[in-house]
């Protein structure tokens, strides 16, 4: 009787058996993941941002008359807190890379209270701009800006809240370690994104000018 023919079974090229399951660095495909979906966010803030640029050349004035520009001290307190966030934020990035689980729970917790923190004073923020967002163009378009990134900072903190409960509740492996990594790098951007957005918002209606 012949052997039987072994030419279609799967040829064995390596053995990944020793890889680990998880990542906590860059490595991880997560990771890359976050970075694809912050591009694409980005363009769509990149979009916004371009709706004051048009529209300001196309009226008479920017503000419209008798429409004054955003109280400047809320959103000047936004972002100066929003700013120091990213000290105990890159802080705790490396103390989840470290897996160092004591020191990310109270990294953990303070990055929840900051955001906390900051959705009230965004909610200040809203009550002082000054325009409602169906009084103009202008004012639909400051409130679209502030809206889109408040609609990033909540979704950010709740996601903070929900793994700081899973630190003292779950079982902590290496997917938690790096989930909170990957939640550093999207406090990042949610703080870049700002920027621009603060200077469309409060600052261009100052500089621009008013109608007649």
Known sequence: MSAPDRSDAPEVVGDLSGLPDNLVDSRNLNSWGILGFMVIEGIGFALAA???????TQGAGWPPAGTPPPDIAFGLAFTLVLLA???PNRRLAKQAEA???????????????????????????????????????????????????TIHLVT?????????????????EDKQFG???????????????????????YWMPRFWGSGP
């Open 50 to 56: 371009v709706v004051p640029l048009y529209l300001a």
């Open 85 to 87: 966030s990213e000290w």
């Open 99 to 149: 897996r160092d689980l004591p020191a990310m729970r109270r990294g953990m917790l303070l990055m929840t209270a900051i955001g906390l923190l900051l959705i009230g004073i965004r909610a200040l923020e809203l009550m002082h701009l000054n325009v409602r967002w169906y009084d103009s163009a202008y004012g639909s378009t400051i409130w679209l800006l502030m809206v889109l990134h």
């Open 156 to 172: 950010d903190v709740g996601d903070t809240a929900v793994q700081l409960a899973w630190l003292y509740r779950g079982e902590v």
């Open 179 to 201: 989930g909170a990594v990957d939640n550093c790098l999207y406090w990042d951007f949610v703080v870049l994104t700002w920027l621009p957005f603060y200077a469309l918002a």
